[in-house]
């Protein structure tokens, strides 16, 4: 498993970053990622984006306009491609919203994709072991996630699926997909990618792992919508619905807030990206505290 530089361009005083691996969650494709680092030593912690559909690990780097707010506030930021490319499956390249560019961060189960779309399994465990590998000054033990659309939703369940672990400090997203088994485009995936089909996609579902109790921990998530998302009015996003389950459960630490005239693009992204990862930015310095916290009173036991 190595991990070598494709280019590297300087950005905000730090350096953007674009690498590539060999991937064994992709049955051993090359994939790309891009990594910015803020000017200074670090290491820093580590904010990643997932895109949505049709995206790339170039969309977010290049349209979000998260480099800024990040090297002011000190945070490295991992865009991660949307699924494997060019395994050969029947049927992978048929439509925009499912297989290439389409991946929904989960593991396969289905025969024709189970050993090639292994999202979850890249990027809760071999991201970050090529990351460290990258010898760039990151700090692993500081992670969050944030996406947009079927990223929103990967960014919600990649969360909710470790919380116990600890594994992101929090979770931010754009017009996530909060409730897949009931849209068309999670039903479409999940009866493509899982063998159980929708009913297995309830395992990969934010809203459903609220309302299983699988999701065990203080929840710290933050969303945002617009209301003029033409998905969000065709019934993709379905914030409502993570919202009631929220609410119904009296869990605390979600907000989620629909934005006047905003539509799904990147020029909405790019309106609260500041905001987001300022928001990352306090959660940071709280897992700062709540690690020494740890560490000093581990050292008194
Ligand atoms: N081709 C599609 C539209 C695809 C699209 O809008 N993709 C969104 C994400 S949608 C949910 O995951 C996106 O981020 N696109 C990239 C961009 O630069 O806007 C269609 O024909 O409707």
Redesign the pocket.
Known sequence: MSVSTIKSNKCFGGQLIKLSAKAESYNGLETKFNVFVPEGKGPFPVLYYL?????DED?GAT?GMFEGPAAAHGIALVFPDTSPRGAGIAGEDAD?DFGTGAGFYLDATAPAYASHYRGFTYLTQELPELLKKSGLPLDLNRQSIMG????GHGALVLYLKTLALGKYASCSAFAP?TNPTLCP?GTKAFAGYLKGGVEEGKEWDATELLRSGQAKGELRIRFDWGSADN?FQAGQLLPENFLGEVKSLGVGGVVGTQREGYD???YFIMSFAAEHVACESEFFACCLIQCSQRSQSTQST
């Open positions: 895109a949505g559909l049709t995206c969309t349209k925009w947009h659309s079927m990223g997909i485009w998905f799904h693009s990147y």
